[in-house]
C-alpha cells in the first residue's frame, strides 16, 4: 500500500528505473546538478545547435518517415545484479496511450494512461489517478525507447535541452547536451556520438547523504527493426551498486506495431474514479482531519511499516511529500472502512505535520 519516491528504494533500483531517457524520473528526482558543467572550450564555436543536433540523430537511426510509422511500441528490459532481478515492462502508442510496469526485489507498480487520464494501482489493489508531475514520469518510462529515437517525444518531457561542448563518452568522441526534466529539478548530460548523432548514452549526478554520487548509462547494441534503429543493450554504472558497481539491462522483447488500442483502455475502478472526480477528495480530507491517530491505534504488524515509509518519504523533501500527500488524499475515498483507511489516514496525518 504504501507510496515511497523511487530513490529511496536503493540504488539498484534507481539505476533500473533512469533507463527513462525522457524524463529520468528515478536519480533526478532528489538530485542538485551536475556542478562541473563544462562550457564550450577554444575550438568548440561551432557547437550544432539542438535542432541540428536532434535531426543528425533522426537520420542516424532511420529517418523521420520510418519513425513516423511507428504507431505503437513495446519493450520488455531484464537486468539482474547481485542475484536480484528487475524486470520493466513499457506500451507506448503515439495516440497518447501509456502502459509501465517494474517488477522489483522491493516490490512491483503499474502505471497507464489512455491518453487522458493517467493512473497508478496500489499495493493493495485499488488506484490512484496521476496529475502533474506523476504523470509526467509515467510517460517518461514508458516512452523511454521512443524518447531516445525521436526528439519530438523526448522534448515532450523537457524544460530545456542544450549543446554545452565536446567531451568523449565510451571511447569516442560525443556532442554533450545538458538538460533539464520537466518532471523534476535535477539534470544531467546526455552524449551524442559527434560523427552521426547517434546517442551514445548519459551521465547523472545526484545529491546523497554521501556526498554527490554519479550515474552512468552507455547505450549499446543497436539493431534495426521497421527500418528504424534501437538499443538493446544499456551499460548501468553506479557507485554502491553490487556486482562490482555495474550491470547490463537487456531488452528480451521488442515489438513495433503489435499492440491494440484496448491495451491501454482504462481499469473498471479508474473509470469510475474519473467520471466522479468531484467532492470526493474533500470528503477524504475531512475524514483525515479530525483527532489525532496515534501509532498504537494502527495493527501491531504494520506499525514499523508504516514508520519506515513515513521517514522514506520525508527524505525525499517537500516534493517527495507533496506528491504522496496528493496520491493519498485521492486514495482515500475509495478505500473502504477499517485498517487499511486507518492507516493512510494517519500517513497522511503524519506527512502533513511534516510540510
Do not use: C
Not at 45 to 68: C, F, H, K, Q, Y
Not at 86 to 114: C, H, L, Q, V, Y
Not at 175 to 182: A, D, E, M
Request: charged share 25%; no cysteine; aromatic share 4%.
Amino acid at each position: 500500500m504504501p507510496y515511497t519516491t523511487t530513490s529511496t528504494k536503493s540504488k539498484l533500483l534507481a539505476a533500473g528505473l533512469v533507463l527513462a531517457l525522457a524524463g529520468i524520473p528515478a536519480i533526478a528526482q532528489n538530485s542538485g546538478g551536475n556542478s562541473q558543467e563544462t562550457k564550450p572550450a577554444a575550438g568548440q564555436a561551432d557547437l550544432p545547435s539542438i535542432e541540428r543536433l536532434t535531426e543528425m540523430t533522426v537520420e542516424a537511426v532511420g529517418g523521420r518517415e520510418n519513425i513516423e510509422k511507428i504507431k505503437t511500441l513495446h519493450t520488455v528490459m531484464t537486468m539482474s545484479v547481485g542475484g536480484m532481478n528487475i524486470t520493466m515492462d513499457n506500451k507506448w502508442s503515439r495516440s497518447g496511450g501509456r502502459m509501465a510496469k517494474s517488477e522489483t526485489p522491493f516490490g512491483n507498480s503499474e502505471m497507464g494512461s489512455d491518453g487522458t487520464t493517467a493512473w497508478t494501482k496500489l499495493p493493495d489493489g485499488s488506484y490512484v489517478i496521476l496529475e502533474g508531475d506523476q504523470a509526467s514520469q509515467l510517460d517518461s518510462q514508458a516512452s523511454m525507447h521512443m524518447g531516445m529515437i525521436d526528439p519530438k517525444e523526448l522534448k515532450k518531457n523537457m524544460e530545456t535541452m542544450e549543446v554545452t561542448g565536446r567531451e568523449e563518452f565510451d571511447g569516442r568522441m560525443a556532442y554533450k547536451v545538458k538538460f533539464q526534466p520537466k518532471a523534476s529539478q535535477g539534470s544531467g548530460f546526455m552524449y551524442f556520438d559527434v560523427n552521426n548523432g547517434m546517442p551514445l548514452g548519459m551521465k547523472q549526478t545526484e545529491s546523497t547523504p554521501m556526498g554527490e554520487q554519479t550515474t552512468t548509462m552507455t547505450l549499446a547494441d543497436w539493431k534495426t527493426v521497421e527500418g528504424v534503429k534501437f538499443f538493446h543493450t544499456m551499460k548501468v554504472t553506479a557507485p554502491g551498486m553490487p556486482g562490482g558497481g555495474s550491470a547490463d539491462m537487456k531488452v528480451t522483447t521488442l515489438e513495433v506495431n503489435k499492440l491494440d488500442e484496448s491495451a491501454f483502455a482504462l481499469p473498471a475502478q479508474v473509470k469510475e474514479m474519473a467520471a466522479g472526480s468531484g467532492g470526493s477528495e474533500d470528503q477524504g480530507t475531512e475524514e483525515a482531519a479530525g483527532d489525532d491517530i496515534k501509532l498504537e491505534d494502527l495493527p501491531e504488524a504494520s506499525r514499523d511499516q508504516i514508520k519506515q515509509t513515513i521517514a522514506s518519504i520525508k527524505q525525499g523533501g517537500a516534493q517527495a511529500i507533496e506528491a504522496a500527500l496528493q496520491q493519498y488524499e485521492r486514495a482515500l475515498p475509495q478505500i473502504p472502512e477499517g485498517d487499511m483507511k486507518l492507516q493512510l489516514q494517519y500517513m497522511i496525518q503524519e506527512l502533513k505535520k511534516a510540510k
